[in-house]
Nanobody, 118 residues
Framework: QVQLVESGGGLVQAGGSLRLSCAVF????????MGWFRQAPGKEREFVGF???????DYANSVKGRFTISRDVAKNTVYLQMNSLKSEDTAVYYC????????????WGQGTQVTVSS
């Protein structure tokens, strides 16, 4: 059973930075496509970014140039570096994983709260 554990959320002022981590247990990120999502109060969950099993990366337009996804295969961990944070980035952030051949994200973390104060 693959388990994802996020950490690194918190309260930060607008313009500040945070780095979220997603540690993966029971699976290897070299064989998983990993995504980051967020959900703000009263809103639907939205896509933030993605790193494929072979290192390809994509971002939502709303975070391009401010957020960076990376991974450490040795630590089996995926990261989301968030810079120039805005109040509209406030949300619960989730990491998710899916096998290479799957179209749906089968594995989800518990989420970590990010609050940006203006």
């Amino acid at each position: 059973q693959v388990q994802l554990v996020e950490s690194g959320g918190g309260l930060v002022q607008a313009g500040g930075s945070l780095r979220l981590s997603c540690a993966v247990f029971g699976g290897t990120i070299s064989f998983l496509n990993m995504g980051w999502f967020r959900q703000a109060p009263g809103k639907e969950r939205e896509f933030v970014g993605f790193i494929s099993w072979n290192g390809g990366i994509d971002y939502a337009n709303s975070v391009k140039g401010r957020f960076t996804i990376s991974r450490d295969v040795a630590k089996n961990t995926v990261y989301l570096q968030m810079n120039s944070l805005k109040s509209e980035d406030t949300a619960v952030y989730y990491c998710a994983g899916r096998p290479r051949t799957s179209q749906a994200y089968d594995y989800w973390g518990q989420g970590t709260q990010v609050t940006v104060s203006s």
